[in-house]
């Protein structure tokens, strides 16, 4: 599934993306920043807590929303801050009124949050399943956060969801991809995208989750959280484009001693 088309677009929902590079819009100490930071990661995929911009609109505050491209981007509601598969689903019906706001009428994508840990902030298994195939009936394309769990991704991807988005390590860490193994085990199972999401912490994370085959990376802290956010969103837009190319190519095998780059026969005799 991870080898791509001929011009190698992510597709999700039958919706080709021309970047592989996902990022959030929280964090920031200005929103001027994260603008800036966004277009500088050429990212085609945006994603905002529904619950922080319904709070801005209601409250008469400026947010992010109001200051992007929305002809440019695809928004990704997201339900961060949700504790039971109910809110999460309730939050998801008003992300997709936000969708309409912006002009993106067929945007029926949701990513689906489900946090009942306040304090790792892991993703509640039980409630992300309840709520993705509520909302799958409903005709949401579900992009689930996950613990990275094979027997669960599977499980998810069985009842409809477009994507699987495992976390590399907890939401806001930094910590890069602690769980490896069980990623590799979800990429190799998996005939949907596989999005690594959350604990990116520098574009050798990002480009390491590529390598191994992921379809996309969605990250913000990292970003946000640098002295420098668009030098650092161009740093991540690289490492995407690069890890993705080091997967295509095909790496060479590793071998348990050196062998030498030039071959033995031919050589001058030295008298």
């Known amino acids: 599934m991870n080898k791509a088309n001929n ?54 505050k400026s947010n992010l929303i109001d200051g992007l491209n929305w002809t440019k ?13 109910e809110e999460a689903i309730r939050i998801a019906i008003l992300g997709k009124e936000i969708n309409k706001r912006i002009g993106q009428i067929d945007n ?9 840990d306040s304090k790792y902030l892991l993703p509640d298994p039980i409630g992300t399943l309840k709520a993705a195939e509520y909302l799958i009936n409903k005709q949401f394309s579900v992009l689930p956060y996950i613990y990275p769990d094979p027997i669960l991704a599977k499980q998810l991807e069985d009842i409809g969801c477009r994507t699987i988005m495992p976390l590399g390590s907890p939401i806001g860490s930094g910590q890069g991809l602690k769980n490896l193994h069980n990623i590799q085990t979800i990429i ?23 390598e ?25 837009r690289l490492a995407v484009i690069s890890g993705r190319k080091c ?14 780059s ?10």
């Open 7 to 60: 011009e190698d677009n992510l597709i999700i929902s039958g919706k080709i993306f021309e970047s592989r590079l996902m990022v959030g819009t929280g964090k920031y100490k200005h929103i001027k920043d994260a603008i800036k930071s966004i277009e500088a990661s050429k990212t085609s995929i945006v994603t905002v807590a529904i619950r922080r911009a319904h709070y801005a609109k209601k409250m008469g």
């Open 188 to 210: 190799e199972n998996a005939k949907v995208p596989v999005i690594v999401d959350a604990g990116i912490g520098t574009s050798s994370d990002a480009n390491q989750a590529m």
């Open 73 to 85: 981007l695809w928004l990704l509601p997201n339900t961060a801050g949700c504790e039971t598969a």
């Open 262 to 271: 030039s071959p033995n026969n031919g050589l001058l005799k030295l008298i």
């Open 247 to 260: 997967y295509l190519s095909g790496k060479m095998s590793k071998k348990a001693q050196g062998y030498a």
């Open 212 to 236: 191994i085959g992921a379809s996309a990376i969605l990250l913000n802290t990292a970003i946000a959280k640098s002295q420098n956010p668009p030098l650092m969103a161009h740093a991540m």
């Open 108 to 116: 029926n994508f949701i990513k689906l949050e489900v946090i009942s």
